[in-house]
């Protein structure tokens, strides 16, 4: 078992994940069911799994999960992408937090790798 909290990659999908609660709180009420409600599920999705996987008891689990969170993450980056060519973000705010999922997304990939090993 590890501790998740000690990882920089499940801190930063951790204000991620509020961010996107944050930012979709100003969707439009007919969203709620949609993109609203996917995003938020996608970017709380990231976390989680980071945390799931350190509960478990070996390597492979863990690999396995962050596989999840990685996969979740581009699910994230797809859905900002979206919202920002449907008016629903900024540019100013896309970027922001495109910036952060990729750098997410990097260091995800890094982890997995170096667990490998």
């Not at 995003?39 to 350190?54: F, Q």
Request: charged share 30%.
């Amino acid at each position: 078992m590890k501790d998740y909290k000690k990882l920089s990659f499940w801190a930063s999908s951790h204000l991620l994940a509020k961010e996107i609660y944050r930012i979709t709180k100003s969707f439009p009420k007919s969203e709620l069911y949609g993109i609203t409600s996917q995003l938020r599920r996608a970017g709380l999705s990231i976390p989680t799994n980071i945390v799931e996987g350190c509960g478990r008891e070996s390597k492979k689990e863990l690999k396995r999960y962050l596989v999840i969170a990685s996969g979740s993450a581009a699910e994230v980056e797809y859905l900002l992408f979206f919202a920002y060519e449907i008016d629903l973000i900024t540019k100013s705010d896309h970027e922001r937090l495109n910036k952060k999922i990729l750098e997410i997304k990097k260091t995800l990939t890094s982890y997995k790798n170096k667990i490998l090993s």
